[in-house]
C-alpha cells in the first residue's frame, strides 16, 4: 500500500499499525506528534490504529525557533 | 524594597521569577543554546514545531532531549503559519508533542520580508484557541486597539513587537506600548525587536511584564555574555520601573547645596 509520510509517498506491506510504521521510522523513543488525514492521533492510539492505502501522515517534533 | 521573589511574572497561574523569555532558533548547537538559556535565568523558552526528518533521526539528540521540558516551560510557537488554519493545526500537534500542555505562543505572519503579523488572521486563531482550551501568548502589531482586542478574546498574554523579528532595531514606537500598558489587563511582554541590553530595559522600564528575545542573544558575536547581560537588563529595567523614575527638566537641578560657599554667590 501506498502512504504519505511527510510528504513523500512510501510504500509499505499490510498490515501495518501507527505505532509499527514508527518504529520502522525509528522514532518510537522521540517525542513526536503525529496526524493521520488531518486529524491528530494520540500516542495512546498508535498501537491499534492499522493503516490503509492512500492515508497521509505528518509527524513533527520541536526544534529549535523564537 | 520591592525583592524579585515579591515581584513574580504570572502567566496562566504560573509564576516565573525571571521576566526574560528565550527562543532556542539560530544558536550554533543545542549545548550553546542550554548554556545561553541557564545563563540568562530564563524559565520559558520558545520552540517551533517542524516535520522529522525522515531518514536521518534515530541516535540524534534532539531539542528537548538537551533542555528539559521538566525543568523549562517550553513555549511552542506558530513561527511560519501564515493563516489561522495552520496555526490551530500546530498548536494541537505542540500539544500532544507535550502532553496536553496547554500554553502557546501564536503568530500568524503576514509577510515574509517583514514578519509583521496578520492581525485578521491572528484574531480568528486567538478565537478558536481559546475556546479549544489553550493558554495563548500571542504576538502582535503595537496596535492597542488590536492589542485590546485579543485579551477580550482570553488571551493570556498580549506580546507587542518592539521592531520587526531579528532585527534588534529597538523598541520603535514605546509610545504605542506605553498605550497598550495603560488598559492592560493581562502582562504586556516585547516580543521582536531588541538588539542589545539598552533595549530590553526600555521596555521593562515602560512597564512591560516581560521581553520575549532570540536573535539579540543567539548572533551576538558572544552569545553567552549577552544571555548575562540580557538577564540584568530585564532585571535592572523592571526594578527601575518599580522604584519610578524622577522626572524629566529641561533644566540643570543642583545636587550640592547653592547655598554655605565659602566665596561669594554667582
Known sequence: MELTVNGKTRQLAPPLSVAQLVAELGMADRRIALELNGEILPRSEFGQTLLAGGDTLEIVQAIGGG | ?266
Open chain 2, 1 to 266: 524594597m520591592t525583592r524579585a521573589a515579591d515581584d513574580p511574572l504570572l502567566i496562566a497561574g504560573r509564576s516565573y521569577q525571571s521576566r526574560l523569555i528565550i527562543g532556542s532558533g539560530k544558536y550554533r548547537d543545542f549545548e550553546q543554546n542550554r548554556a545561553a538559556l541557564e545563563v540568562s535565568g530564563a524559565e520559558i523558552l520558545t520552540v517551533a514545531i517542524r516535520r522529522v526528518n525522515l531518514g536521518q533521526q534515530s541516535g540524534e539528540p534532539s531539542l528537548l532531549d538537551v533542555i528539559s521540558p521538566e525543568r523549562y516551560t517550553i513555549l511552542p510557537n506558530t513561527a511560519g503559519c501564515y493563516n489561522a488554519g495552520d496555526a490551530v493545526r500546530t498548536c494541537k500537534m505542540a500539544r500532544e508533542l507535550l502532553d496536553g500542555h496547554k500554553l502557546v505562543k501564536l503568530e500568524v505572519l503576514g509577510d515574509r520580508k517583514t514578519l509583521f503579523p496578520n492581525v485578521t488572521e491572528t484574531l480568528k486563531a486567538a478565537r478558536a484557541l481559546v475556546a479549544d482550551g489553550f493558554d495563548v501568548m500571542v504576538y502582535t502589531s503595537d496596535d492597542p486597539l488590536v492589542a485590546k482586542e485579543l485579551e477580550e478574546i482570553g488571551c493570556v498574554s498580549v506580546m507587542p513587537l518592539g521592531a520587526p523579528i531579528g532585527s534588534g532595531l529597538g523598541i520603535r514606537n514605546p509610545y504605542n506600548i506605553r498605550m497598550i500598558l495603560e488598559n492592560a489587563t493581562t502582562p504586556i511582554i516585547v516580543d521582536a525587536g531588541v538588539g542589545t541590553a539598552s533595549d530590553a530595559s526600555i521596555a521593562m522600564e515602560l512597564g512591560c511584564a516581560g521581553v520575549l528575545m532570540n536573535t539579540a542573544i543567539a548572533e551576538a558575536r558572544d552569545p553567552l555574555l549577552m544571555a548575562a547581560a540580557m538577564n540584568k537588563a530585564v532585571a535592572a529595567g523592571r526594578e527601575a520601573f518599580l522604584a519610578g523614575r524622577m522626572p524629566r527638566r529641561l533644566y540643570a537641578s543642583a545636587s550640592s547645596p547653592e547655598t554655605g560657599t565659602f566665596f561669594p554667590p554667582l
